[in-house]
């Protein structure tokens, strides 16, 4: 048997224009921002959004915000 090798995870690089602060970039993408973070989202299995936020797992949030700013469709 062979050993397993560690997938080395890249770090997250911002676009130009992004905060780092993501609250103010759904802020500006979204309408209503401070509900939208705290209501059910089925993009994230039913998570709120703002749960994710300062996890390993706010890369789908930034993720989902950059298709939503530049029309890709989600």
């Known amino acids: ?3 397993k090798k560690a997938l ?3 770090p997250y690089v911002l676009l ?3 905060h ?3 609250r ?3 802020a500006t993408i979204i ?3 401070d509900r939208w973070l705290e209501s059910p989202n089925p993009h994230f299995g039913l998570e709120k959004p703002g749960d994710l936020i300062g996890t390993d797992r706010e890369w ?3 993720s989902f915000l950059r298709r939503l700013a530049y029309g890709i469709p989600t």
């Open 60 to 62: 789908l949030l930034r």
């Open 20 to 22: 780092a602060d993501i």
């Open 16 to 18: 130009p224009g992004e």
């Open 24 to 26: 103010k970039d759904v």
């Open 8 to 10: 080395k995870k890249r």
């Open 1 to 3: 048997m062979g050993t």
């Open 31 to 33: 309408p209503d921002a």
